[in-house]
């Protein structure tokens, strides 16, 4: 799977001319594959998670909720979505917290060495939307103002709530 922008007229252009390269062998990717490898890529918009409905920002907003210690019945209320929806994006992303946590803790300090990990915030889910924030700073301090939540997808191409292992080499200079 390979991020790209959520412009999908300009993914359009780009992939026809020839200027995106593939994840795997950095060769050109093109309409059904890539000439290099010979592998077909699926393209996703960064707005999204894999095999998700709902915008990553829309899931991010219930994170952060959940991180203050709303449940999750108030915080579907207020997001106009089905509380076993919410309740399954909370639950997936409690079961990765701590590999979430240590993910965006690493990619902090890569960003900007000199910052300090947050401090803990009080349960495993708040450590990890903190690790998360402190991350996307980081970012915006390096590569300049984006959506906090696009960059997150970036991290975790697309996986954040999927079960199984997270990629731990991100592309945050995608986002640039």
Same mark, same amino acid.
């Given at each position: 799977?390979?991020?790209?922008?959520?412009?999908?007229?300009?993914?359009?252009?780009?992939?026809?001319?020839?200027?995106?390269?593939?994840?795997?062998?950095?060769?050109?990717?093109?309409?059904?594959?890539?000439?290099?490898?010979?592998?077909?890529?699926?393209?996703?918009?960064?707005?999204?998670?894999?095999?998700?409905?709902? +915008? !990553? =920002?829309? $899931?991010g907003d &219930?994170?952060? /909720?959940?991180?203050?210690?709303? @449940?999750? #019945? %108030?915080?579907?209320? *207020?997001?106009?979505?089905?509380?076993?929806?919410?309740?399954?994006?909370?639950?997936?992303?409690?079961?990765?917290?701590?590999?979430?946590?240590?993910?965006?803790?690493?990619?902090?300090?890569?960003?900007?060495?000199?910052?300090?990990?947050?401090?803990?915030?009080?349960?495993?889910?708040a450590d +990890? !939307? =903190?690790? $998360?924030?402190? &991350?996307?700073? /980081?970012?915006?301090?390096?590569? @300049?103002? #984006? %959506?906090?939540?696009? *960059?997150?997808?970036?991290?975790?191409?697309g996986r954040?709530?999927?079960?199984?292992?997270?990629?731990?080499?991100?592309?945050?200079?995608?986002?640039?």
């Amino acid at each position: 799977m390979h991020m790209v922008s959520p412009d999908l007229d300009l993914v359009e252009r780009e992939l026809r001319a020839g200027r995106l390269s593939c994840p795997l062998c950095e060769g050109r990717l093109r309409p059904w594959g890539c000439a290099g490898c010979a592998v077909t890529h699926v393209l996703m918009p960064v707005v999204c998670l894999l095999r998700r409905v709902d +915008a !990553v =920002a829309v $899931i991010g907003d &219930a994170l952060l /909720a959940k991180a203050t210690g709303q @449940g999750h #019945r %108030p915080i579907a209320a *207020r997001l106009g979505r089905p509380a076993t929806t919410v309740r399954d994006w909370l639950r997936r992303f409690a079961a990765r917290a701590e590999a979430l946590r240590a993910l965006f803790t690493a990619l902090a300090l890569r960003l900007d060495p000199a910052l300090d990990p947050p401090p803990p915030a009080g349960s495993v889910v708040a450590d +990890a !939307v =903190a690790a $998360i924030g402190s &991350a996307t700073s /980081a970012a915006t301090r390096r590569f @300049g103002p #984006r %959506p906090p939540w696009p *960059r997150v997808a970036v991290a975790t191409s697309g996986r954040l709530l999927s079960p199984g292992s997270i990629n731990t080499s991100s592309p945050w200079a995608a986002l640039g």
